[in-house]
């Protein structure tokens, strides 16, 4: 029995001695890391030009997760980018290629209010563009921010105006037999219009023709007093688009006439010697991985971009999709409210909507926030509508750009009954219910008229709710808030002129109001922790060989529908139909 028990002894001896081995060799390997690290720093060059490139569609923010993929830059990156970009005393400019993106006019000005900030500093910008080829105003706008512009030459200048225009299914619809039938509260709410028109109702003619006017004016006002020029002679000029290079520079929108290379090699000499072109892809990273050094007070940055879903987003090693998941969001704002760190919480919202119960659940975690004493500012980027409105209404303050989507405060709930249409190909169809509205939800068969009733009565409710959450949350009275709601979107001048939003700017307007309210000197700059918190290494790959099949699949669905033109038209047309659940959603929106 002694020599037994000695041998066990041994083992278990053995076995944590083999662990604090173990142990003391993983300590070492992270000492020799870090130091490593300290060493050779962030790898980045001594003497730098940034270079952004915005020739591309840009999202807002993406879910802070880890990704084996190359994540490309965000408005939100941007921004911060070149917040700490000043600071850095190796870089010395910018250098950034627009053209081709049709920037939105909320993102050129939040871009454009990033850079001049960025040469505020001491520092210089220098844009070049290969062509202005799009009519919208946006890329020019953001170029106009700069130092320099440089274009290639004979290249087209098209930028003249704002417009846009829809396309309407019910034509088609009513070829094939299907059935819409669709609530909407109230006559402005025109997401659905494609299903239910055969064109433009009056009511949303009136609001986008208001809407791109303010995008207008807001561009010319902007850029002539970037360009300073008078704001007539930019409209003339911009009149008389399309035109060129040379016609450009006669009449002063552009300074440098150059290839692309042209302008980059006259940012390196501005830079001086042994001046290196870095990614700002690569000055982000570096500086993210640096940031958990920082010291100051602590104000959460919670980034809300997407359709607004119920549940969890599914991540996978190579990104998950832009959503904003109920679950991870409301996650997200009480992970923020219970750190006692946390001064202050900056919601940026980018969404035009989705779930009303996803959107009642992050409403919900906003208010406990505020109720813990945590001040909530929210920062609208391009669109904050329908749902993105509803999420946002009980903030302490509210800002936006003036060029931003707004409102839609509105439901929609209905579905398009398509037994009919399958029977015109030959499909049979048949179904069983057990319970008097057991099909109610059913593509094949339309409403009854009592189950019509009730759609109506539901989207009657949720829109007495939200128009109610907003009076209470913006201070407004009810009937001033149905009067204004109604469905209809607003500019971010609009909506500040009719109390949905509190103060016009961007994302750093934000975060001063935010230091006022959690009383830090506005002089003292504050350290963000982000939300939702990214997911490591191990968790990623968990979620990823852990989730479902399917998730492949519609990966690879996603790779074909994006390679058809006309696919991806009907797959935009497919997700905007009300699927006879009651939404807040503003889809089909202008970009």
């Known amino acids: ?47 730098m030009v940034l270079s952004l490139d915005l020739r591309k569609p840009l ?24 917040d700490a970009a000043e600071r850095d005393k190796r870089v010395k400019g910018v250098f950034v290629r627009l053209g081709g993106a049709n920037l939105p006019i909320s993102q050129a000005e939040e871009i454009g209010t990033a850079l001049k900030r960025f040469r505020a500093s001491g520092k210089f910008v220098i844009a070049h563009a290969q062509g202005f080829e799009d009519s919208g105003l946006g890329d020019y706008l953001a170029a106009a921010a700069s130092d320099q512009i440089w274009m290639q030459p004979k290249s087209p200048f098209g930028a003249s105006g704002e417009g846009g225009g829809e396309l309407f299914l019910r034509g088609l619809l009513d070829k094939i037999q299907a059935e819409p039938q669709i609530a909407k509260r109230a006559e402005y709410k025109s997401a659905a219009d494609m299903f239910m028109e055969k064109g433009m109702t009056a009511a949303d003619r009136e609001q ?40 450009a520079k006669k009449a002063g929108l552009i300074d440098k006439i150059g290839y692309d290379d042209d302008a980059l090699n006259a940012a390196l000499g501005r830079a001086g010697a042994k001046a290196q072109s870095t990614p700002m892809a690569q000055f982000v990273r570096a500086k993210n991985d ?51 760190d946390i001064k202050a919480i900056v919601l940026r919202v980018d969404s035009p909507g989705g779930s009303v119960t996803a959107s009642d659940q992050i409403l919900d975690a906003v208010k406990k926030a505020q109720a813990a004493g945590k001040p909530v500012i929210v920062s609208m980027g391009h669109v904050a509508a329908s749902g993105g409105y509803y999420i946002s209404t009980t903030a302490d303050k509210i800002v936006a750009e003036p060029g931003t989507i707004t409102g839609s405060i509105g439901v929609l709930t209905g579905k398009v009954a398509i037994g009919k249409s399958l029977g015109l190909i030959g499909v049979g169809s048949d179904e069983v ?3 008097k509205n057991a099909l109610m939800n059913s593509d094949i068969a339309p409403y009854t008229p009592q189950q019509w009733a009730s759609v109506n009565a539901q989207a009657d409710a949720i829109y007495a709710d939200f128009t109610k959450k907003v009076a209470d949350g913006r201070k407004l009275p009810l009937a001033k808030v149905q009067e204004i709601a109604r469905g209809r979107v607003w500019s971010g001048a609009d909506a500040n002129a009719r109390g949905l939003v509190d103060k016009l700017g961007g994302f750093w307007t934000a975060v ?13 700059r504050v350290v963000f922790e982000r939300y939702p918190r990214q997911k490591s290494f191990f968790d990623a790959m968990n979620d990823f060989f852990g989730g479902p099949s399917e998730e492949v699949r519609a990966v690879e669905n996603f790779t074909l529908l994006m390679n058809s033109p006309f696919l991806r038209e009907a797959a935009v047309a497919v997700k905007s139909a009300p699927r006879a659940d009651v939404e807040l959603r503003a889809a089909n929106l202008p970009r």
């Open 1 to 47: 029995m002694v020599a037994f028990l000695r041998w066990a002894g041994s083992i278990v001896a053995g076995t944590l001695n083999g662990l604090l081995k173990l142990a003391l060799a993983v300590a070492l390997i992270l000492v020799v890391v870090v130091l490593i690290g300290l060493v050779q720093g962030d790898g980045l060059p001594g003497n």
């Open 59 to 82: 999202a807002d923010s993406f879910p802070a997760e880890f990704s084996l993929g190359a994540r490309p830059v965000t408005v939100m990156d941007i921004v911060l980018g070149l």
């Open 208 to 247: 986008l023709t208001a809407l791109m006017q303010s995008w207008y004016d807001a561009a010319v006002a902007g850029a002539s007093a970037d360009r300073k020029l008078a704001s007539k002679t930019l409209v003339a000029v911009l009149e008389a688009s399309p035109q060129f290079t040379e016609d």
């Open 290 to 340: 640096a940031a958990q050094y920082a010291k100051g007070p602590h104000v959460a940055l919670v980034e809300a971009a997407g359709d607004i879903v119920e549940g969890t987003a599914g991540n996978s090693l190579f990104g998950s999709d832009s959503v904003i998941a109920s679950d991870d969001m409301a996650r997200a704002i009480r992970q923020a409210t219970g750190d006692s």
């Open 433 to 435: 219910g057990v319970g």
């Open 512 to 524: 001063d109001l935010a230091k006022k309210q959690a009383g830090i000197a506005a002089s003292e």
